[in-house]
């Protein structure tokens, strides 16, 4: 009989010892590098959706939809402006959070700064040229394409661009919070930023975007209980009364987080007292809102994966009703009319939201363009040793929209 010690090989060695637990603070023997990776797996941030943040930005993208729907009907009724001010104080604000809470994990490497440019860099150039020409087909007019002057939606993109790009730095700073609400109070005190890439507005709503990158799963588990669910009703009621009396003693383009004071007619000093204000009703209908958000997968779960695509499109119908005076009827502007467009509204951008819309538009708002790039060998090993990697590679980041 030979003992393994002196015979490696063959039929006859004896097995090998079990393994023995650490004796001393003497740590195992590490697993195998894939062995660490599947078990790693689960807790990867990306590969199991959490119905909550669908459920969520499905909702927040029908409240924009909306809002967009009431800004032509809303002059000459104090009731819809009220409920169009209140919406406009939280739906972006959530929005961004959301977007922000799922960029924490962007850094420099490879992989990411691809879904960053063909996930919001190209769809921002191909949406931001084909609102020009559509305007121009449509309105007759003869705007020039212009990539420095994101027209209606789009700012959204360029926005998330920025933001995203940066959140490095956020993640450095020792008080990301503070420094961006800073940033923002001086924004809206400069009017002379100018209009290129809608800075202003990028830099004013900047502090929900580094919000989300400090929050973790434990701060929304705050506003998912019964109680944050009970509190939200009377908070959203005197919201509400706050909205019917502001609405004649109020500019609403403060809401927009566009304009600088001095551009709203405002002392210089305006700015950054009403970026503190508009913060904190923000961010106290923001936790109302999550607070109402259904936690189990709905009906409309799946739809939260398409936001970005109902985003995007929505704006064509809007615009395209526009100038054709379809707003400007006589009925719309009664109760009836109001219900009405507000279901077409959130009918349309559900409809847009859906598998058969994003397959059909998948070219323009998560193009692949593997062409594009250069190919790195050894993340290319690695993919080919990790199971899924490759289909996760294709998954665009969520961002929110």
């Known amino acids: 009989m030979f003992d393994a010690a002196s015979s490696p090989a063959g039929p006859n060695r004896n097995p090998l010892p079990l393994a023995q637990p650490p004796v001393n603070g003497v740590p195992a023997p590490r697993p195998p590098v894939d062995a660490r990776e599947r078990q790693a797996a689960p807790d990867r941030p990306g590969r199991q959706r959490d119905a909550f943040f669908d459920n969520a930005k499905y909702l927040a993208i029908v409240l924009v939809a909306t809002g967009h729907a009431w800004e032509p009907l809303k002059d000459g009724s104090r009731f819809l402006e009220s409920v169009y001010t209140v919406v406009y104080t939280f739906h972006m604000p959530a929005f961004i959070i959301v977007s922000g809470f799922f960029s924490r ?19 921002y150039v191909l949406f931001e040229t084909a609102y020009t020409l559509f305007r121009n087909l449509i309105n007759g007019s003869h705007a020039d394409i212009s990539l420095l002057d994101p027209w209606y939606l789009t700012w959204f993109l360029v926005a998330l661009f920025v933001w995203r790009l940066t959140t490095p730095l956020w993640r450095l700073v020792r ?11 001086l924004a ?7 209009d290129d890439l809608d800075l202003r507005r990028v830099l ?20 998912r209980r019964r109680g944050a669910r009970i509190a939200a009703v009377p908070v ?15 500019n609403t383009g403060w809401f927009a987080h566009s304009e600088s004071a001095q551009e709203l007619g405002a002392p210089w000093w305006c700015g950054p007292v009403m970026t503190l204000a508009l913060m ?9 809102f999550f607070a109402w958000v259904p936690r189990r997968t709905t009906w409309f779960t799946t739809l939260g994966a398409g936001t970005l695509y109902g985003y995007l ?3 064509f119908l809007m615009k395209y009703g526009d100038y054709r005076g379809w707003f400007e009827h006589p009925w719309l502007h009664r109760p009836a009319g109001v219900v009405l467009v507000t279901v077409l509204a959130a009918a349309a951008v559900t409809v847009l939201c859906t598998r058969p819309v994003r397959r059909v538009f998948r070219f323009a708002v998560e193009p692949r363009m593997e062409w594009a790039f250069r190919q790195d060998a050894a993340e290319q090993a690695r993919s080919r040793n990790r199971p899924g990697e490759r289909e996760r590679e294709r998954r665009p980041e969520r961002a929110g929209v």
């Open 313 to 315: 499109l929505h704006g």
């Open 236 to 250: 959203s009621a005197a919201a509400l009364a706050v909205g019917w009396w502001a609405v004649p003693r109020m």
């Open 188 to 194: 809206s005190v400069s009017p002379d930023i100018g």
């Open 204 to 223: 004013q709503f900047l502090p929900y975007f580094v919000l989300g990158l400090c929050l973790r799963p434990e701060h929304f588990e705050l506003v």
């Open 175 to 185: 008080h990301p919070f503070p420094l961006a609400v800073g940033i923002a109070m």
């Open 280 to 288: 904190g009703c923000s961010l106290l209908l923001t936790a109302c």
């Open 105 to 123: 994990h962007f850094d420099m490497r490879p992989h990411r700064l691809k879904r960053l440019v063909t996930g919001v860099a190209v769809p």
